[in-house]
């Protein structure tokens, strides 16, 4: 493997709308512990045998950078980054790269970048750093901007699809990417499904960091012209002022719309990892233990004849099923919600109408 560094940046921003009520603006699904641990202290200890502390940084919400500091007491606080406001990855990915060079001193020639968003579940944690390893390897020799994909079990509609084409010359399993595509319909879904050359996109990003500046300067320009502003200010006494105006000037764009569906040096490494996006409640439940009625819980909970909910309970009061199935019953001292499973998508909705009432 060549000789290069590798330094992680980990997103924990956004509010996790289809994690409500258990996840609110004040303490995003990052943040929330289950079994002892958050989400984002998950992220970090998984790649911690591999790359150290103060080669990770952490990208959060304004005024949440104190919540990142009591999850992960080893990392150095100037690596926490807390963006103005929220507008999607590409910033938030653009951000991380010019403080890697300006702050943390890390050479944009020789230094490989691993983005990992803050609340997937990875089951196999050590055949996932060898994956990284890999991708790193391969975004620093063979200059290309390297996404993990994961096997379709299912026709999910709810994560954007990878087509791989040809494995790359001289290698075994890192392959071309032919497309990207957005979230599908149902039948587009089952088409890709069934054509088995399609991954699910896993949201995790390696490249060169300075491969990244420079397709964000050829595919995002006014993304580019903007970090440069930022760069020129990083610490200095008008830093915070002038990252401010240029987040409000920023399109609210990913960066798998922005830069990997339109750049020309893409690969992707099927991960066979027992990956998971715990992006709502029927995915939640992995992180939770079963009773013997196939109830998915936590807290102080009783399920009489009831099978296959998800019962979360943050009070002190129990929670008590009766004749229940398939049913979502969330307690907080804030708020109850009580759903069927199949209405786990409308979440979002009900979250967002929550915070208007508050507001």
């Known amino acids: 493997m060549s000789d290069f ?28 512990e289950i079994n002892g641990k958050s989400l984002l202290a998950r992220s970090f200890d998984r790649i911690s045998p ?31 980054i807390e963006e103005p406001m929220g ?10 790269a010019i403080y890697a060079r300006e702050i943390l001193e890390l050479d944009e020639n020789n230094s490989v970048m691993v983005v990992l968003p803050a609340d997937h579940l990875v089951g196999r944690e050590e055949r996932f750093r ?5 991708a790193s390897d391969v975004a620093f020799t063979r200059e290309k901007l390297v996404t993990l994909g994961i096997r379709p079990t299912e026709p999910a509609t709810g994560y954007g699809y990878i087509e791989a084409g040809d494995v790359l010359d001289g290698m075994e399993v890192p392959k071309e990417v032919v497309s990207f595509t957005e979230k599908p319909n149902a039948k587009t879904a089952e088409k890709f499904l069934a054509a088995g050359n399609y991954y699910w996109n896993s949201g995790t990003f390696i490249w060169r960091t300075d491969q990244l500046l420079d397709n964000l300067d050829k595919y995002m320009p006014e993304l580019s012209g903007g970090l440069t502003n930022i760069a020129e200010t990083l ?36 991960a066979s990892v027992n990956w998971s996006d715990l992006g709502d409640w029927p995915s939640f439940q992995k992180l ?6 196939g109830n998915k819980v936590q807290g102080k909970i009783i399920c009489e004849k009831s099978q296959n909910n998800i019962v979360f309970n943050e009070t002190k009061k129990p929670v008590v099923t009766l004749g229940l199935t398939d049913t979502v019953v969330v307690n907080t001292p804030e708020s109850l919600l009580v759903m069927n499973k199949d209405n786990a998508q409308e979440v979002k909705r009900i979250a967002r109408k929550m915070e208007e009432k508050e507001e």
């Open 5 to 32: 560094s590798i330094y992680a940046v980990i997103m924990a921003g956004g509010r996790g709308r289809r994690l409500w009520p258990l996840s609110t603006p004040s303490r995003p699904k990052q943040f929330i």
């Open 130 to 134: 060898e994956v990284l390893r890999l």
């Open 87 to 96: 507008k999607n990855t590409a910033p938030c990915i653009g951000l991380s």
């Open 50 to 80: 591999m790359i150290d502390p103060e080669n990770v940084m952490v990208v959060t919400n304004e005024g949440k950078g104190n919540l990142v500091e009591k999850d992960l007491p080893e990392l150095p606080e100037i690596n926490i």
């Open 288 to 293: 939770l233990e079963s009773d013997d009625q």
């Open 235 to 270: 610490g200095g006494p008008r830093a915070d002022e002038i990252l401010s105006e240029e987040y409000e000037k920023f399109s609210s764009v990913s960066i798998d719309y922005g830069l990997m569906e339109r750049a020309e040096e893409r690969a992707v490494i099927p």
